[in-house]
């Protein structure tokens, strides 16, 4: 497949607005600004392109609920958080083409009538927030984005917001809490954002790879579009592949192609004198998947079929020599450090996940403990949280105690019991011998 | 790449902030950019934090001054996010990802690598004021693991020794 996303990579220049234009850059906004707004999301509709940002959403049916009548304001955010561990895709883009990505952004800005957009990116992203404000400035002053966009009626701005170090941010409602000047905490839905949104106001919120997907929607046809993959897992896909393969990266591939195909061909399979033990397919809160799936489409639905999930298209590959035990320990520090700590189960939970895995490796675990982790992890996940972070917590440590149950007996046949331990107790309790403190 | 040195204004001098004329007109300009003045809150604690190294409490309340907010929430704000510093940091903070895909691919011996090298533990500095290590979650660049952030830019695919030839670069002052 011809890449179309990262079709700049490689091209000298490539982020400059000329090489952009030269290559038949804007051509789908100039397009767009001929059509009705309706029928430019009917065409995103009918490429049925779905949400590269997690959770697979439909495109076009996001900026249909968008309440057209709508009197006030309305606002486009696009998602350039890339928060989840194993996801680096969307600095791909942001690297190398830009203007790619804020045609995108104004197609789907005019689509939903907003004449206001954000980028939301990663405070850590400094050198891509640069990156994306030179490409606005250049985009400006050649009239394609501001007050006559390409110099029709429509008007539209588009400003980078810096986040400051949050995974959840990258959560959409604790998204816009953030972009409204407050902690990140995720907002209870419904309502939804595409209702009630950022400053009050109808918003959608949608992926750098979903909006970069959106130009060559309007330039080569819906028809095209849906071409690549199979129904309902349309279009090329960005997977960002990490861990021990011989050549990680991101490749750029048509929708459904097998994880054999990604690990052992694009990526030059596992490293020298190993083998593949475990890969996370859609970053790391997607349930673990194991070598005899390997066959298994990397797409939304076959995912969802294989008891896992697309999600971002991080691909994680672990070989041999990974403890499993270790990488969801690895992973449960992650999620209790970046939980919000609004909900109950996915704040203790998190954390004493944790403390459970961390105690296993050090010796000490207790032939309860797998049985308490999936307890932990039931609890946390099935709607009992505001947000998905507490699936996105549970659903990886659950798969992978059930997975890799001989890798947790192994740790816990050989343990001692933990000796009593002193807690750091309130200074006026003195030491409490023989307490067991956890 | 030249990796900035952080230089944070000690907090003596902190106590009483006034924005001068360029800081003010950022901060104007900013504005523009939201319907509400508290959105632009994590802008400005940014320029803030670029102009005097970290968010001194003087700084949180002029901040809570020009924005109508109160210094209490402006705090609440401040500490929700990871990469405000709330204390002074030292020339270089050395961030090193902890995540999976990096620990896996070498993050883990870079890691005690630094702690041996430098003396200090994680969330530590030199006594010279020069480096500090924190560990940080994953910087979404896992492709190029092992991956450490150094001020805001990023060194990806780093060996050992690349990471050694670094360290002694920015400790003798140059700028690399
Ligand atoms: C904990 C959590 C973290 C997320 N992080 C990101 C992220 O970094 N980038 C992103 O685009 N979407 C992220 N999402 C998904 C967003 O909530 C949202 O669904 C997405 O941005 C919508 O865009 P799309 O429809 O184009 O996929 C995250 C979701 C959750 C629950
Ligand atoms: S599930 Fe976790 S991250 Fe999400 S709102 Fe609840 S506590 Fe916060
Ligand atoms: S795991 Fe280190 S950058 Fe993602």
Known sequence: MEPVLLRARGVPNSRHIDTYLAAGGYEGLKKAL??????????????????????????????????????????????????????????EIIEYDPHLLIEGIAIASYAIRANTAYIYIRGEFVRWARILETA??????????????????????????????????????SLIESLEGKRGFPRLKPPFPAVVGVFGKPTVVNNVETLACVP?????????????GRPRNTGPKLYCVSGHVRRPGVYELPMGVTFREIIEEHCGGIRDGHTLKAFFPGGSSAPVMTPDQIDVKADFDACAEAGSMLGSGGVIVLDDSVDMVEAAANLAHFYAHESCGQCTPCREGSDWAMDILDRILEGHGRPEDPATLLRICQYASQGMTICPLGDAFALPISSIV????????????????????????????????????? | ????????????????????????????????????????????????????????????EAVAARLGESPAFVQGVVTFYTMFYTSPPARYVLQVCKTLS??????????????????????????????????????????????????DDYYENLTIEQLDALVDELSQGKEA
């Open chain 1, 136 to 173: 606005i400035a250049e985009a400006r002053q050649r009239d394609i984005l501001g007050a006559s966009v390409m110099g029709s009626n429509y008007r539209l701005d588009v400003w980078v917001h810096r986040g400051a170090g949050a995974y959840i941010c990258g959560e959409e409602t």
């Open chain 2, 102 to 151: 990096c620990a896996v691919c070498g993050g883990r011996e870079l890691l005690e690598h630094l702690k041996a090298r430098l003396g200090i533990d994680l969330g530590e500095r030199t006594q010279d004021g020069t480096f500090q290590l924190i560990g940080v979650q994953c910087l979404g660049a896992c492709g190029s693991a092992p991956v450490i952030q150094i001020n």
């Open chain 1, 34 to 91: 001929t059509m009705d707004p309706e029928a430019v999301t009917k065409e995103v509709l009918d490429s049925e392109l779905r949400g590269r940002g997690g959770a697979g959403f439909p495109t076009g049916r996001k900026w249909t609920f968008v309440p057209k009548e709508h009197p006030g304001p309305k606002y486009l955010i696009c998602n350039a958080d890339e928060s989840e561990p194993g996801t680096f895709k969307d600095r």
């Open chain 1, 402 to 438: 059930k997975k890799f149950p001989y890798e947790f007996e192994r740790h816990i046949a050989a343990a001692t019991p933990r000796p009593p331990k002193k807690l750091p107790v309130l200074p006026w309790a003195g030491p409490r011998p023989g307490f067991d403190g956890q």
């Open chain 1, 216 to 228: 060559s929607i309007l330039t080569r046809g819906a028809a095209w579009f849906a071409s690549i």
């Open chain 2, 1 to 60: 790449m030249r990796t900035v040195a952080i230089h944070a204004v000690p907090e003596e001098q902190l106590t009483h902030v006034t924005f001068d004329a360029t800081m003010e007109e950022r901060i104007s300009e900013l504005l523009t950019h939201y319907p509400t003045r508290r959105a632009a809150l994590l802008p400005v604690l940014w320029l803030c934090q670029e102009r005097y190294g970290w968010i001194a409490p003087g700084v949180i």
